[in-house]
């Protein structure tokens, strides 16, 4: 199947969108991505195509990307919009840089529009394998949706079932032109390292390694659509009416949930705080067992990142930080 088919069946449940737009950076991946989508709205009837171009400001080459893309969009037609963020400081420029950069999409996506990213089958496996090197849970190695909830619209990912290998071979067919962020080299980020020193040597070993570990992450995204229906089950018997109707913070009837598994508990309470605050690791989870275990009499409080959960009057209480 070509790759022009393939992309028009992974955006086929949003051909009704007000307006298609896509992440450009300017990249390789993205930058076919645009080339694919101007290509295809010439000979089929397609929501409104533009693009935006996030500038970070991060490194001085940095400053020649809008005017790239501005070139490449002109080229093909389509409409850019170029938006400049600042990204906070901390411990992780990536993690910042793409808060701040999705932070940006949410607020200038319209109401049931799309926004179009270019992540593809091997960002999912090393997604995957980065995920799994840190530990994370079946929501982690569920890695890159599909698509999910964006500001007014939605965040689409149409190229997960294609290569990296494929995205080249197309750049080399059309002529693309692309910029390269010379920060993908430095290999004292970790997704760069493990791009550039573990992939390759996983790749000569095991050269479907990308196909095999993406088929891997869409199976843990159905086992967690499964946990977050039984979660939905769970917490539909302890979203009882509080007994204080002039309160309006979110609370749990506790009695239905000791009645669980101590596995099916944090598992409704994953998906019911998910919302509210960043979820605790597996060490945390420690401080709801001290929550739900304390004396009658007590007033035990679980303080997360956002806020704190307390127990009171036979019920779970979320005070938010």
């Known amino acids: 199947m070509s790759?022009?088919?393939?992309?028009?069946?992974?955006?086929?449940?949003?051909?009704?969108?007000?307006?298609?737009?896509v992440a450009f950076s300017g990249g390789l991946d993205s930058t076919v991505l645009l080339h694919l989508l101007a290509r295809l709205s010439r000979q089929h009837a397609l929501p409104a195509l533009s693009a935006i171009h996030v500038h970070h400001g991060l490194q001085a080459v940095a400053d020649a990307w809008p005017e790239h893309c501005r070139q490449v969009c002109a080229q093909l037609g389509v409409p850019l919009q170029v938006l400049r963020v600042t990204v906070a400081p901390g411990a992780s420029v990536e993690q910042a840089a793409r808060q701040a950069r999705y932070a940006a999409f949410a607020t200038v996506l319209g109401q049931g529009e799309a926004l179009l990213t270019a992540q593809h089958r091997d960002d999912q496996a090393e997604t995957l394998l980065f995920r799994l090197l840190r530990g994370a849970g079946v929501r982690g190695l569920a890695a890159m949706p599909v698509h999910r909830p964006l500001g007014a619209g939605t965040l689409l990912r149409p190229l997960l079932d294609v290569s990296r290998a494929e995205l080249q071979a197309y750049a080399g067919r059309h002529g693309v032109r692309w910029v390269e962020d010379p920060s993908n080299r430095d290999t004292g980020y970790a997704r760069n390292y493990l791009r550039q020193s573990v992939w390759p040597v996983?790749?000569?070993?095991?050269?479907?390694a990308s196909?095999?570990?993406?088929?891997?992450?869409?199976?843990?995204?159905?086992?967690?659509?499964?946990?977050?229906?039984?979660?939905?089950?769970?917490?539909?018997l302890a979203a009882t009416p509080a007994p204080f109707a002039w309160l309006p913070i979110p609370s749990l009837d506790l009695a239905p949930l000791l009645a669980l598994s101590e596995?099916?508990?944090?598992?409704?309470?994953?998906h019911w705080l998910a919302p509210l605050t960043r979820l605790p690791d597996s060490e945390h989870w420690?401080?709801?067992r001290c929550l739900r275990d304390a004396g009658v009499d007590a007033a035990p409080v679980w303080r997360l990142a956002q806020g704190e959960l307390r127990r009171a009057e036979g019920r779970l209480w979320w005070l938010a930080g």
């Open 3 to 21: 790759l022009d088919t393939r992309l028009l069946d992974a955006l086929s449940a949003w051909r009704q969108a007000p307006a298609w737009r």
């Open 202 to 208: 996983l790749i000569r070993q095991w050269p479907q």
């Open 211 to 236: 196909l095999t570990l993406a088929r891997s992450a869409a199976h843990m995204a159905e086992a967690q659509q499964l946990l977050d229906e039984l979660a939905a089950e769970d917490l539909a």
């Open 263 to 270: 596995a099916r508990q944090r598992n409704a309470l994953r």
């Open 286 to 288: 420690a401080g709801w």
